[in-house]
């Protein structure tokens, strides 16, 4: 099957991006990756491959290996163009996230949002994973004016995260953490017709999921949607996503 991946030209998430790939590639499924313009080759944030302070809170080895096998595919090489989007040429989509400056490209294209809304009313798997939820959020249904994600339930970045890494990198790296002045949760929050749709996920720290364990790992399923809060969710996510995929 083919699944769709629109990313920003820099600053995505490495583990978001890299890990469904890998798993996906490694089920026999096709990534196709797009950009705002053909044949640009995005580039994650190099901060997340270095470290962002000291380096601490960065990816951790093994995504950062598969992103190293990403980068020389020739699905990375080769992206679409957002604009070129087809929608029924592809059986799934995945949103991945990312937090630094040049997210907001990819996370506030109406160009985009157009095409992802198209998709949506498919009813094909969409995954979206941490900041990736905002795209959703912030389409809108061309017949009721209202989010994608009004009648369902999902998760996202919760504040809490966003919060904490902000106040622990602020003095070195200013509003690195803080993509824009409204917290993701809140935003996602106000999209949706009710506050229990909102799944927070339990309490945590820096502990991820893995390969081989999915203890610290959190996702919400509702129908054909799938979500994760952050990079520590993205095996699980990837997982669930792949099932969603034989499934349909």
Known sequence: MR???????????????????????????????????????????????????????????EPKEFYR???????YRDTIAWDAIEPTA???????????????????????????????????????????????ARTRDPETGRSLLWDRTTTCLPKYMER????????????????????????????LAAPERFERGPWGGTKRGSAEDDTHAFVVEDRNYVSARWPGDAYLFARRFLAGLGAS
């Open 90 to 136: 592809f059986d799934g989509l995945i949103l991945p996230g990312g937090h630094a400056p040049g997210m907001r490209q990819y996370l506030g294209s109406a160009t985009l949002r157009d095409k992802v809304a198209e998709f949506w009313k498919l009813g094909r798997p969409v995954g979206a994973i941490c900041h990736g939820v905002l795209v959703l």
């Open 164 to 191: 904490s890494a902000y106040l622990l990198t602020a003095w070195k790296l200013g509003r690195y953490y803080r993509t824009y002045p409204a917290y993701v949760e809140d935003e996602v929050r106000a999209a």
């Open 3 to 61: 699944v769709l991946m629109p990313l920003p030209d820099r600053d995505f998430d490495v583990t978001e991006v890299a890990v469904p790939w890998r798993v996906l590639t490694d089920a026999g499924h096709q990534v196709v990756f797009a950009t705002e313009r053909a044949g640009t080759q995005p580039a994650a944030d190099p901060r997340l491959l270095s470290g962002v302070v000291f380096g601490k809170l960065g990816a951790e080895d």
């Open 69 to 75: 096998q990403l980068t020389g595919s020739s699905e």
